[in-house]
C-alpha cells in the first residue's frame, strides 16, 4: 500500500500481489470501472525479483493468516520489510483451537481432516498454519493480541527504496496521483 499526501490532495493506492492467475484475474476485475487507486500484480512474495520492480511501499499488509499458506516463511517476511516502512502480519495463534478451527472450517462448508501440532488439515482445500506466539516474537515486531491470534507490526528495512522508482495512479478527480 502506498499514500501520498499533500495540502489539498489526499491519495490511498494499493497494490495487491497474487500468486494464482485466477485470483489476480478476478482481482483486476473488481478493479474495473472503479475509482480505486489500485492495482493487481501477478508475483511471488518469496521472489525478490517480484518485489523490487514494484518499488517502496509504506506499508507491506498480509491478513487473515495467509502467512501460513506460502511455504518460505521466512523468504515472506524479508521480502515484505524489503518492500515497505513498515510490515504488518496477522495470523492465527493458540485461541484458534481445535476445536474453533472445526468449527470456523464448517462455516465454510469445509471439513477438518486432521490436526497435528499446529497444522490444521483442511479436506479438498490445504493446510492452514497456527504460530504460537514465541514464533511471532522472532519476527522482530510489536505484537497485539487478537481475539483469535496475533497481529504483528514490524518495521521495514526501506532497502527498495535504492532500487525504486513512486508509482502514481490517476486521480478519480484529473490529473496524476
Known sequence: MRSTSTATNSILSFTGL??????????LKRFEGTKAHAKSVLGDITKKETIDPLGHFDYAICLNN???YIPDEAASLTNMKHAADTAIISVYGEKFT????REYFAGLALAVE???DDAVHVKNFSTVKRYRQEIVQT???EIIATPLGYLCIMPGTGTSLQNSTQHTFPSPQGGRG
Open 98 to 101: 481445535d476445536d474453533v478451527a
Open 18 to 27: 497474487e500468486i494464482d492467475p485466477a485470483l489476480h484475474a478476478m482481482a
Open 114 to 116: 486432521d490436526i497435528t
Open 139 to 141: 519476527w522482530g515486531g
Open 66 to 68: 495467509t502467512l501460513g
